[in-house]
C-alpha cells in the first residue's frame, strides 16, 4: 500500500462571536508528514488562540504521526493555545484516549460539535 502524502489546508472560520484557526489534514500522518503536521503548526503558533484539527481526511495515522500529534499539542499548550479535534475515525478515537492525547485536547464527532465547545 502505497503512503497517500499528508495535506493541510488552513482556514479561519467563526465559532459564534470567536475566530477559530482550523487546519485541515488529509492523506495519511506518518514520519513523513513532519513538515506538513509541525511546520504548518508553527508557521501559526504565535497567532490565533483557538485551533481546530480536522481529521476527516485522514485515512491512516501510525505512532509516528500520533507523535507528531503529541509534539504540537504539548507546543499549542505551551503557547496558551486551545485545540480541539474531530473527525478522527473510531479506531483512532480509541487510540488517542490510550495515549493520552485527551490530556491535550478533547475530541468531537464535527466540526459543529467541536466549535460550539468553545463557547461551551
Excluded at 38 to 48: D, H, K, N, Q, R
Excluded at 50 to 63: A, E, P, R
Amino acid at each position: 500500500m502505497q503512503e497517500k502524502l499528508t495535506q493541510v489546508k488552513m482556514e479561519e472560520v467563526r465559532c459564534g462571536e470567536m475566530p477559530v484557526t482550523v487546519l485541515r489534514f488529509a492523506g495519511d500522518i506518518t514520519s513523513a508528514s513532519r513538515t506538513a503536521v509541525l511546520g504548518t503548526y508553527e508557521g501559526i503558533s504565535g497567532g490565533p488562540k483557538h485551533i481546530l484539527l480536522d481529521f476527516t481526511g485522514v485515512d491512516y495515522l501510525n505512532s509516528s504521526g500520533i507523535a507528531l500529534v503529541i509534539q504540537m499539542l504539548i507546543a499549542a499548550n505551551k503557547n496558551g493555545q486551545v485545540i480541539r479535534a474531530f473527525g478522527l475515525k473510531p479506531h483512532f478515537q480509541k487510540v488517542f484516549a490510550m495515549v493520552g492525547i485527551t490530556k491535550y485536547t478533547t475530541i468531537h464527532p464535527d466540526e459543529e460539535t467541536a466549535c460550539a465547545a468553545y463557547s461551551g
